[in-house]
């Protein structure tokens, strides 16, 4: 009996072991092949895709350019005995074709945009901007003046630029960050890639 399990054992070690390939998705730079972000089962992915939905959780599976993704939602729900706390998970499938743009990269944390520079200060410039133009035009034709009058147009012309500057610097950041712009997403099916033996 010895002997046998013995046998068996070595027999098993000897054994080719097989692993499970699964499918992933990469993030190549546009015209290279430098890798920036490989995706798998169990990563997290954010983004979102072209109909403005957010993309946050994890990935459970990648089947035929499709990724699927459990995110979870924290709500206050209300019940007959006052509000409580409530988790919502749900697994939802999204095709690869249909995501706009990967949050990844040193700009991004926890799929958000960080820093001052990058999130709020293009809209602070569009609002600001936008907001003295407009109240500038309001006061003029309130009080019956000229523009011509009090030395408005610098500070017009100043304004419209800080807005323009704003507008601008969202629009470039939109299409940088956009699949297709910087970079592209690859679809990468299991066991089609050749590793030497």
């Known amino acids: 009996m010895r002997i046998l399990l013995y046998f068996s054992f070595l027999l098993f070690l000897d054994a080719s072991v097989v692993a499970q390939t699964t499918d992933i998705v990469q993030i190549r ?3 290279s092949t430098k890798v920036l972000k490989s995706y798998f089962p169990t ?10 939905f957010q993309i946050s959780g994890i990935i459970k599976a990648i089947h035929g350019d499709t990724l699927y993704i459990a995110q979870q ?8 005995f006052g509000s409580v706390v409530d988790t919502m998970f749900y697994t939802v499938g999204i095709p690869l074709v249909n995501i706009e743009r990967f949050y990844f990269g040193s700009r991004y944390e926890n799929g958000k945009s960080k820093g001052f520079a990058q999130a709020t200060l293009p809209n602070i410039m569009v609002v600001a901007g936008t907001a003295y133009v407009g109240l500038e035009l309001f006061n003029t034709l309130y009080r019956r003046e000229s523009l011509n009058e009090h030395n408005k147009w610098p500070s017009l012309i100043g304004a419209s630029t800080a ?11 939109r299409k940088r960050d956009r699949v297709g712009g910087r970079y592209v997403a690859v679809y990468i099916k299991a066991g089609s890639i050749k590793t030497p033996s």
Request: hydrophobic share 40%.
């Open 163 to 173: 807005a323009l500057t704003g507008y601008l610097w969202k629009k470039i950041a």
């Open 29 to 31: 730079k546009k015209n």
């Open 43 to 52: 990563a997290f992915i954010a983004g979102s895709t072209y109909d403005g």
């Open 73 to 80: 939602e924290t709500k206050l729900m209300r019940t007959e």
